[in-house]
């Protein structure tokens, strides 16, 4: 990479990142792959992280957060953690931070902030999101939990699939039916946590890649939830999801960028120490091109998310452009994971070289937080209207 400045960010930005690259060095990087063997990461990373106070950050300070509400330092947290090349942390925790928890800071009422947050906030409590169903996935509106009013509580009946932080969460804030004859109108959202009685987790699932990371489904059978626990008010569950999509999708594009720019740094090394044919691979014409083609490709998918992040920080992100980003750099990223194998050879193949991994875990960006195909479908609705 050319190291292109960053005009986004001040020094004190630079100094934040500093702590946070020494923090992965020491307490993420050493343990991925064990993390990936035991398909999760430590609880304890998740505690370390609050000790340092490198979750919720935006939340405010009598919730035990920084009140931090410059976007900029969650997009350091994301890069930096692409930029180690550990794909599950980086999706992992940034959800809990930047996915969940806003959720909750947004749309709960004081008592819901209070029994959730600063645990949150400290990382004893880890945060999921479910609104993936077996039978519902681009289709949010088919789905068929259910949250049925009882005077006192919701009666909560249903399953979830797919959902990331799942297996360790102890919060997780559900979409549910509260009317199913309504369609998108009868959607809320509520939180769950593991104290409900009902509530039950599948294990984890094998998946291609992403292996640091616990996906898995969760079932709902009777679960008695407080009245209180609702997010936000009954019924406009599918709005603020598609309000908080736009930083979700925002979120998987800087990590996207940052998981490619990895790729192509550990692949530049690669090819100026691997020979053939008496010269190093770095001197092939083809190998100079690919890494410039990158370079070139990536530099632009720089600009383009500083930029976003920028939007975004003033409020001005839309679900269309976010959309964009998603599609844009999710793509950008397998394409880079794809020539990247392809120039480490056999090596590239192999689960010890971080290419390798990288490439595996790149397949889901392009699935999850709505499907590219989506993404299409909304950037298109946009334009046409
Ligand atoms: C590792 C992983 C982590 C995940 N984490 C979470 C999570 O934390 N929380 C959560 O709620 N969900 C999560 N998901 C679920 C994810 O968001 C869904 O898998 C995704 O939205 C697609 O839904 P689906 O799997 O049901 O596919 P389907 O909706 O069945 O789609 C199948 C194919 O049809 C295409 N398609 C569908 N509708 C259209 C259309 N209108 N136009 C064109 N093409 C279309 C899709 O693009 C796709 O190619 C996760 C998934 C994975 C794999």
């Not at 180690?84 to 925790?93: K, M, N, Q, T």
């Not at 709960?108 to 996935?137: D, F």
Request: net charge negative.
């Amino acid at each position: 990479m050319f190291g292109l400045p960053r005009l986004l960010f001040n020094e004190e930005h630079e100094l934040f990142r500093q702590s946070v690259k020494e923090f992965i060095a020491r307490e993420i990087t050493p343990y991925n792959s064990e993390w990936e063997k035991q398909k999760m990461v430590s609880r304890e990373s998740w505690l370390k992280l609050g000790e340092n106070g490198f979750l919720g950050i935006q939340a405010p300070e009598e919730l035990g957060g920084m009140n931090i509400q410059d976007f900029r330092y969650n997009a350091i947290l994301i890069e930096e953690l692409g930029l180690s090349g550990c794909s599950g942390p980086a999706i992992g925790y940034p959800l809990h931070s930047d996915i969940v928890m806003p959720y909750i800071l947004h749309y709960g009422n004081e008592e819901t902030k209070k029994k959730y947050i600063p645990k949150m906030v400290s990382g004893e409590y880890i945060g999921a999101i479910a609104m993936t169903e077996p039978g519902a996935g681009s289709d949010l509106q088919g789905m068929r939990s259910t949250a049925i009013d009882h005077g006192d509580y919701y009666l909560v009946n249903g399953s979830k699939t797919f959902i990331t932080n799942g297996y360790l969460s102890d919060v997780v804030v559900v979409a549910v039916k509260t009317d199913p004859s309504k369609g998108a109108k009868g959607i809320s959202l509520i939180v769950l946590d593991n104290s409900m009685e009902g509530y039950t987790k599948g294990v984890p699932f094998e998946k291609v890649g992403l292996h640091a990371q616990d996906t898995c489904e969760l079932f709902f059978e009777d679960v008695k939830v407080p009245k209180e626990n609702l997010l936000g008010k009954e019924g406009d569950g599918f709005k603020y999801l598609m309000h908080e999509l736009a930083q979700e999708r925002l979120v998987v594009s800087l990590a996207a960028i940052a998981l490619g720019e990895y790729m192509l740094q550990a692949t530049v090394e690669y090819v100026k120490q691997r020979k053939a044919f008496n010269k190093s691979i770095s001197d092939f014409q083809n190998t100079r091109f690919k890494l410039a083609e990158m370079t070139a490709a990536l530099e632009q998918g720089r600009i383009y998310c500083d930029q976003l992040v920028i939007l975004h920080n003033d409020k001005l992100l839309d679900p269309a452009m976010a959309s964009a980003a998603k599609y844009n750099m999710t793509e950008l990223q397998c394409k880079v994971a794809d020539e990247c194998v392809q120039l480490h050879g056999g090596y590239g193949y192999m689960w010890e070289y971080g290419v390798a991994r990288a490439y595996a875990d790149a397949r889901v960006q392009r699935i999850y937080a709505g499907t590219n195909e989506i993404m299409k479908e909304l950037i298109a609705r946009k334009i046409l209207k």
